[in-house]
């Protein structure tokens, strides 16, 4: 009876391995980006494609709806809708789908809510593109365990950041230093905490 027990523990214990395999591997191809989409159809239409595939939602510039159906983006002349705010709540997006971000030019809002996903290298990305250092002023990391105060600190490169929450990150190890940075870098800048 013993060798019957361990037998289906085994088996039940590979099938949840390649279950969680299967589900990086496909977050994975979501992930993956297409430089001739992007040329084709633009940078707003091909990011705003790839972030509801990732289960995020965008607003465009000029409208109060979030979409977050992937078939109900709206269509009309290239380069008509723009993106102008990001909510990456629960969604797969990760580093290898960044630079779909490389063209938007009026995002001012991402928040980034249980992403399990983003960490230190996603911040650090998305700080380095020139666009969104110019556009972004409002920005959320919320249950993000793979982010650290290394990615939080490069965020001071956002040049008009002007509002930052931060909630429920173990990663932050040195909150008064990480934020002693941030708001020297970033005179405007208002941290809001809620790490305890």
Known sequence: MGLLSRTVESVLKQREGSRRHFWGWL????NRVDHERIKTIGPDRAAAEWLLRCGAKVRFDGFERWHH???????????????QAIDATESCIMYKGFDYLDGLEYVEEIKFNKCIYIEDVCLERLSSIENLQASLYMMEVVSCGNVTDKGLVALHRLKNL???????????????TTVE???KALPRLDVALDLD
Request: proline share 8%.
């Open 181 to 183: 940075r941030l708001q």
């Open 69 to 83: 159906d992937y078939n109900g983006l709206p269509t009309g002349p290239l380069g008509r809708y723009k993106i």
């Open 27 to 30: 977050n994975a191809v979501f």
């Open 162 to 176: 002007e509002y930052l929450f931060l909630s429920d990150l173990p990663g932050m190890k040195d909150r008064h």
